[in-house]
């Protein structure tokens, strides 16, 4: 399923290497499915693959707000996928852009991108800088450490009375980026944040990461990073526990890329999906991914006392159910939540961004 490449070649079932790993529509993954179980055997484990170059490796401060709103970087449209099936609900893209190497960044940061037009509240002024989490690692789609990948959700309002889409009312970046073609230009600012940066520091670690929707995308470059490239400076043996929510199968984002880390390092990573529209949690409502974590509540709880790195990114809504849960399940065990909140925050294990 993966590209397979050396120093001096690259051996690949498509032409372009970021292509060999963004996942396409239902219909091409399908396809692409078929194609592979034919020359590859299915136990077969993917070899890691080159990166370059290595000096990103060499900085020992992530870089951050390169480009500020003032002046942003032009970079290019390289590709535009759709990640979900036809069921789905609304649309969400995997974009791939490329940088030329000129706003490096670090997994876990975001982009800042500013879509064309004037901004209505502001006339003759350009719109707002919008905050997307990158979803490729420092290497890029194309391990090159030219390109980044956002993963974005197409915003679309319908009026509550006609449950007709209002497109005056529509997010206007969202929409930019999943109708961008490649060679397009878009404007981009940061790199930004420093909060959901991966800690390198123990290789061993364990790291629980917790996403709703496009909430995936800073994991997704983590997981890269520990079991698909080969990173001479990095070399992970710990635990990557990932949970996903999402509203039902077609919704899924890279799911087969993690299925296939599960396949490969079963004894480093797993993969927990809370699906709301097709599972039910233990007392019968909508299986959440609050659910998922209550139903391995006693692992996690273990796990964070040894240590654990434990990450929440997705929409805002999300954290209160979770942090009820979590509530919940510290009295059942005879623990006060807001005094393990205080420390597992004191010893940087809890990484939290919500929009």
């Known amino acids: 399923m993966f590209l397979l490449q050396t120093q001096n070649q690259k051996i690949g079932f498509c032409d372009k290497p970021w292509a060999c790993f963004s996942p396409k529509s239902r219909t091409s993954q399908s396809r692409y499915r078929a194609i592979v179980s034919m020359s590859v055997p299915q136990n077969v484990k993917a070899p890691k693959v080159a990166v370059s170059p290595l000096d990103l490796e060499d900085a ?26 036809p069921k789905a609900p609304g649309e969400t893209c995997h974009i791939v852009i490329d940088h ?22 502001k006339p003759g002024a350009p719109h707002n800088v919008r905050l997307y989490s990158i979803a490729s690692t420092r290497y890029g789609d194309s391990f090159d450490g030219k390109t980044a990948s956002l993963c974005v959700r197409r915003a679309v309002y319908y009026d509550p009375e006609t449950g007709k889409e209002d497109p005056s009312k529509n997010g206007v970046c ?34 629980i990461m917790i996403a709703t929707g496009t909430g995936v995308a800073p994991y997704r470059g983590y997981l890269r990073r520990m079991f698909m490239e080969s990173v001479p400076t990095y070399k992970f043996n710990g635990l990557a526990w990932l949970f996903l929510g999402v509203a039902n199968s077609d919704s899924l984002l890279y799911d087969e890329e993690f299925s296939k880390y599960l396949a490969d390092h079963p004894d480093n990573f797993r993969y927990d999906r809370a699906l709301s529209r097709e599972e039910k949690n233990k007392n019968g ?9 209550e139903e391995y509540s006693d692992e996690i709880f273990k796990l964070l006392d040894k240590g654990a790195h434990i990450y929440f990114c997705g929409l805002k809504g999300m954290m209160p159910g979770i942090q009820e849960t979590l509530k919940r399940v510290a009295v059942e065990r005879g623990e006060s939540w807001d005094q393990k909140l205080s420390q597992l925050k004191k010893n940087k294990q809890w990484h939290v961004e919500v929009y």
């Open 100 to 121: 030329g190497g000129n706003v490096p960044y670090w997994e876990g940061q975001s982009y800042g991108v500013i879509p064309p037009g004037e901004n209505p509240k």
């Open 60 to 85: 020992k401060e992530p870089p951050l707000n390169i480009y500020k709103p003032k002046e942003p970087y032009t970079a290019t449209i390289v590709s535009v996928e759709r990640l979900v099936g």
């Open 285 to 293: 409502g909508k299986m959440y991914v609050q659910d998922k974590i």
């Open 174 to 207: 969202s929409n930019f980026l999943c109708d961008s073609k490649p060679g397009d230009k878009v404007k981009i600012t940061g790199p930004s944040g420093k909060i959901m940066l991966l800690p390198e520091e123990d290789p061993n670690a364990t790291h």
